[in-house]
């Protein structure tokens, strides 16, 4: 099937009071696993590919994006390609002759000032080519290489009336925002502000995004959809499942030495674990 552009994923199931998931890809099995995943649950999704793992290819971006988009077009679910937090002004500009529809900015790390700045300049060269551009405020943490942050700290959440102006000043299509989950966790213990998201939600006229889902509780991603959120990122959930089918096999077959023998049941995790997330969203 052709790929689907993120925006019109986004605005469907925004419009339909759904959310849509978006899951990291690392590898080919990454991406197999999220189209495998997809196709069983019968829903969309959208395969991402972050600054991070274009830095663990090397730096190249055109074989993993190239891997990845003919996974999605020889897919019979409805996948699109989005590039996810780039810094790296180069690499964004990289997105267009790839083939992605859709960038993640992620200029949050900037002052305010700068970030918008920043970010406008990204929205303005997207729009040119019709890329639709994500971007975040506040700070959601616990990206590798980043410092430790409590999510629940005085400072970190997402304030709506800043918001509003960012999305005004900016002219983003979607909004990152802060609301108590973290990236890399490895467990599903973070409590959301759901008045916070309503709040978010009613403040800023573009879709919400929900950053480090993988250590969300089912009820509270049911719950987030609910009072606003609509794009949930998926990452490190996959990592976990695929790693533990990994050890598990090695520690089973010490003289093991065909790949295939553990990727096929890592790959088989991580189409279980799409296909689990992905219920939770119609």
């Known amino acids: 099937m052709p790929l ?4 019109e994923l986004v605005s469907e199931a925004r419009a339909a009071g759904h959310g849509v998931a978006a899951f990291n890809v690392i590898t080919l099995e990454h991406a197999e696993a999220v189209a495998l995943g997809a196709e069983r649950a019968g829903a969309p999704a959208i395969l991402q590919i972050s600054e991070n ?44 002759p790839e083939g992605f529809s ?26 040119e080519r019709g890329i639709w551009i994500e971007a ?30 960012y999305v005004a000043e900016t002219g983003v ?3 990152a925002v802060a609301v108590g989950s973290s990236h ?51 990452g490190t959930a996959l990592n976990t499942a695929f790693t533990g089918e990994v050890r598990a096999y090695l520690d089973a077959h010490e003289t093991g030495v065909d790949p295939r023998k553990y990727l096929a049941p890592a790959r088989e995790a991580m189409a279980g674990t799409v296909a689990g997330f992905l219920g939770l969203l119609k």
């Open 4 to 7: 689907v552009s993120t925006g």
């Open 53 to 96: 793992a274009v830095k663990f290819h090397g730096g190249r971006l055109a074989a993993l994006a190239a891997a990845t988009s003919a996974v999605a077009r020889a897919s019979s679910a409805r996948l699109s390609l989005h590039l996810d937090h780039v810094m790296d002004v180069e690499l964004l500009r990289a997105a267009h």
């Open 102 to 127: 859709s960038v993640m900015f992620d200029a949050s790390k900037l002052s305010y000032g700068e970030n918008v700045k920043a970010t406008a300049d990204a929205v303005r060269w997207g729009h």
């Open 136 to 165: 975040e405020l506040g700070e959601v943490g616990g990206k590798e290489g980043e410092a430790p942050l409590d999510a629940h700290a005085p400072g970190v959440r997402t304030d709506p009336a800043e918001a509003a102006a």
């Open 173 to 175: 299509d979607a909004l």
């Open 184 to 234: 890399a966790m490895t467990e599903r213990t973070a409590a959301l502000d759901h008045t916070l998201i309503g709040s978010l939600a009613a403040a800023v006229p573009v879709p919400l995004v929900l950053h480090g889902s993988s250590g969300v509780p089912d009820d509270e991603i049911r719950q987030a959809i609910t009072s606003g959120m609509v794009k949930i990122n998926v």
